[in-house]
């Protein structure tokens, strides 16, 4: 089946440590985006990926690095420079036709500090 | 200022009752959608409804079904005949203008839903 997979499901950062999350989707899709979650609030976009080797920073990219070598992954790296990445991580992938396609969503990864 | 405006952080209904999820948006594109989401409290988030600006008529998914009015800049979403397995956190989100590779959507904040037995 298509999807989005996310992994590793729970990761633990130390202090200075840079950290990756994988997202790899099968769906053919163009675009992809990595969104943050803070307990009982909405989603924030961090970076997106319209095409292979192009990226665009969103709303709180600092702290944050991304790369897309392959259409079909867009890891995620945490630098120690993100002083507080306690968070919910989500990787979603997107394809613009047709028009009503929504955004596709991994499962996430949580992401806490040690 | 906030795109996304859901001004019920939580909210509660009977089994087998319907319930309005309220939502709001501001832009200035004559082209956008609408989108709900459904996040259960594993944290997948699952698409439930799509509503464009230009479609004339309110958008339905089985139990759910969307309040399109434009001109108060509203997008509430019914859930009708409510389940235990509704209980969730429920997402509004916006993209805005042409739809493209790069598009982007805005969320709200979320509304928690609890349906009691």
């Known amino acids: 089946d298509g999807g989005i997979t996310q992994s590793p499901k729970y990761l633990f950062r130390k202090e200075g440590q840079n950290v990756t999350l994988s997202c790899e989707q099968n769906?053919?899709?163009?675009?992809m985006y990595w969104y943050r979650q803070d307990p009982g609030q909405g989603l924030r976009l961090i970076y997106y990926?319209?095409?292979?080797?192009?990226?665009q920073k969103g709303d709180i990219a600092e702290g944050y690095s991304v790369s897309r070598e392959k259409k079909e992954s867009f890891p995620l790296t945490v630098t120690s420079a993100q002083k507080n990445p306690t968070a919910f991580y989500l990787c979603a992938s997107f394809d613009r036709v047709p028009p009503n396609q929504p955004q596709h969503f991994g499962d996430g990864t949580r992401l806490s500090i040690l | 200022a906030q795109k996304i405006t859901q001004t019920q952080p939580g909210m509660f209904v009977q089994e087998k009752e319907a319930v309005t999820l309220d939502c709001t948006y501001d832009?200035?594109?004559?082209?956008?959608?609408l989108f709900w989401y459904k996040q259960p409290s594993s944290g997948e988030m699952i698409f439930l409804i799509y509503?464009?600006?230009?479609?004339?008529q309110n958008a339905t998914e089985g139990r759910y079904s969307l309040n399109f009015q434009k001109a108060r800049k509203s997008a509430n979403l019914v859930i009708s005949a409510s389940q235990l397995g509704d209980s969730a956190m429920y997402f509004c989100a916006m993209r805005e203008g042409q739809v493209t590779s790069g598009s982007r959507l805005t969320f709200g904040e979320g509304t928690q839903l609890t349906v009691n037995p």
């Open positions: 769906l053919n899709h163009d675009a």
């Open positions: 990926s319209q095409i292979v080797n192009d990226f």
């Open positions: 509503q464009g600006s230009y479609d004339e």
């Open positions: 832009t200035s594109d004559q082209s956008y959608g």
